[in-house]
């Protein structure tokens, strides 16, 4: 558990509207260095933040789950792909 809150605290910053912000709260809660950051809530698109640790070899992708209308209109059109046929 103790390895499990500083990872949920990283999650919660998908939620971050404000870049400037998240990248300083990145920053400060392990050393990351920001790469990108997209906010939009359109149908079909996720939210999500890209970040890098390069002393701990860490990639991080932070993705924002249904947040507004839209995102749960998002979550609900989705297209399933049977994975043997892949």
Excluded: C, W
């Excluded at 809150?5 to 404000?18: C, D």
């Excluded at 997209?38 to 890098?52: I, R």
Aim: aromatic share 10%.
């Amino acid at each position: 558990m103790k390895g499990l809150f500083p990872m949920l605290r990283l999650a919660e910053l998908a939620y971050e509207p404000n870049t400037e912000e998240l990248e300083q709260k990145l920053k400060e809660e392990g050393g990351y260095e920001f790469y990108r950051h997209k906010t939009d809530s359109n149908v079909g698109q996720l939210g999500y933040y890209v970040a890098l640790n390069r002393s701990e070899k860490i990639l991080l992708f932070g993705v924002r789950g249904a947040y507004t209308l839209s995102d749960a209109v998002t979550d609900t059109v989705s297209l399933t792909i049977n994975s043997a046929s892949v």
